[in-house]
């Protein structure tokens, strides 16, 4: 018997391959998420610098995730059918090279292109990094490995903040994407050297580009309206012109998605009214903290006048709290409903973000911070887990890639007519960034929209009190 423990114990041990695997998808992951969260405490850097309302900036933050969102499952497709290894490496390749690029932007149209495309490459990063990891490990090492990517993952959102800060006051917010660069190349010489090539033999062939044209066209023009509306008029020739086109395209998506064989959308699980709820309630919860992470950003720094490096410590808390709510979160999944664990989530971040906005102490707002932060990640961690519930096995890779697109889309949409928004009750866009009253109403609109998604989470879980499948 003590030998058969011997001979587990030895298998779920890694060896020196199997640690750089490891490493080299934690380090992408790692990446991603740094890079993400440290933007948000470098736009009034980057506003200063370029003369330019940091309001004006929220394509750097929505762009970027337009971009992820609408090629995410498009990236993991390419994946399966090029070889998992090939794409990694090959987003990993363009996220250096575009991190430079911004690195070098002369104005904001320049590195809000950078940010755009970057988020194309992000795309190729993401979905493909944990896809690596299980492809390789066939054995009981498998969770273990995928958890320590995912660990990760969570360090880069929980660093990214206070890097951030930190670049921001004492270097520039133009090194923090040179800082990309090294771990680019890390994880990339790694990949090739100790990863073998993978891919899905069982694969569809096509990618659906139509589908992700029509998608991201539509959206982004509709964005457009929102962001110039207040300049060019709402009732203009050219907003109403941008409105009619998006909502077109949408409407060409949707037909799209019907006909062809291999839809970047598995339309039919909109019938599915559990799985609609839960997955807009975890998207709703996505939308909060992107709220919450841009507009908390301008608060401490222009409303309140605190350093990019005291705001980066600040929003470590934040980050913390996301980070260890994710942690536990699939721990209390095994015990309790993860719609019920999300419910409670959304409750705990609205309450939270309430509070937050009439906090004056900074060490209590730093406590309450941290409370928002858990409720949020506990919402949106459990996303997944909770609409795997409400659908047949058959159609779960499919619900994933819905889910996934509908969280980043819609936190995408969200900052772009919040930033309007805000330049609205403030009055003056140069002005907007620094109005405290202002971005305090906004983010009571955020905790609202918590509430109201703790409550529509709470109708389907006394609607559906058995958690079975339903097609």
């Known amino acids: 018997m003590t030998r058969a423990r011997g001979a587990r114990a030895r298998r779920v041990l890694f ?17 991603v998420q740094m890079d993400w969260f440290a933007l948000n405490l470098m736009l009034p850097a980057i506003g200063r610098d370029f003369h330019t309302p940091s309001t004006d900036l929220q394509w750097l933050v929505s762009g970027y995730m337009l971009a992820l969102g609408a090629l995410m499952i498009s990236g993991g497709r390419a994946a399966d059918l090029l070889g998992r290894r090939r794409v990694l490496v090959t987003g990993l390749t363009g996220f250096a090279v575009i991190s430079v690029v911004c690195a070098a932007a002369r104005n904001t149209a320049w590195l809000t292109a950078g940010r755009v495309v970057q988020g194309c490459t992000a795309a190729l990063i993401l979905p493909v990094s944990v896809a690596v990891v299980t492809a390789y490990f066939r054995d009981e090492r498998q969770g273990r490995a995928v958890g320590t990517v995912l660990a990760f993952s969570a360090v880069g959102t929980a660093l990214g903040p206070f890097v951030g800060g930190a670049f921001a006051e004492h270097a520039s917010w133009r090194a923090v994407f040179l800082l990309n660069v090294p771990f680019c190349l890390t994880a990339a010489l790694l990949l090739l050297r100790h990863v073998p090539e993978t891919r899905d ?16 066209g539509g959206l982004s023009t509709l964005m457009i309206a929102v962001d110039q509306g207040g300049h060019w008029g709402w009732t203009s020739p050219a907003t109403l012109g941008c409105a009619a086109a998006g909502a077109a395209l949408l409407a060409g998506f949707l037909r799209i998605e019907r006909h062809t064989p291999e839809p970047l959308l598995d339309l ?7 799985f609609v709820a839960v997955t807009l309630a975890g998207s709703l919860s996505n939308i909060v903290y992107c709220l919450v992470a ?23 808390a934040l980050s913390v709290g996301a980070g260890a709510a994710s942690y536990w979160s699939g721990h209390l999944a095994l015990r309790l409903r993860p719609d019920a664990l999300m419910a409670a989530g959304m409750l705990v971040s609205g309450i939270g973000l309430l509070a937050l906005t009439w906090v004056t102490s900074l060490a ?7 409370v928002v932060g858990a409720g ?25 890639g819905l889910v996934l697109t509908s969280l980043v889309l819609l936190g ?20 907007a960034a620094a109005d405290g009253p202002a971005i305090e109403s906004v983010l009571r609109a955020a905790a609202l929209l918590s509430l109201l998604g703790a409550a529509a989470m709470t ?10 499948a339903h097609n």
Not at 18 to 27: K, L, N, S, T
Not at 201 to 206: D, F, K, V
Not at 459 to 468: E, Y
């Open 15 to 31: 060896d020196r391959r199997d640690r750089a695997v490891i490493a080299a998808a934690a380090i992408s992951m790692l990446l």
């Open 201 to 216: 033999e069982q694969a569809g062939r096509g990618l659906d580009l139509p589908g992700v044209l029509t998608l991201a």
């Open 268 to 274: 039919a699980l909109l019938r599915n009214g559990p």
């Open 294 to 316: 841009v507009f908390s950003a301008l608060y401490l720094q222009q409303a309140r006048g605190l350093s990019p490096l005291d705001s980066g410590l600040i929003f470590l």
């Open 364 to 370: 209590v707002y730093t406590a309450v911070f941290a």
């Open 376 to 400: 949020v990640g506990l919402s949106w961690a459990l996303t997944n887990v909770a609409t795997q519930s409400y659908v047949a096995a058959g159609r779960l890779g499919a619900a994933s």
């Open 412 to 431: 995408a949409v969200a900052v772009a007519v919040a930033s309007t928004v805000l330049e609205v009750i403030s009055g003056s866009a140069a002005a």
């Open 459 to 468: 109708a389907v879980v006394r609607r559906n009190p058995a958690r079975t």
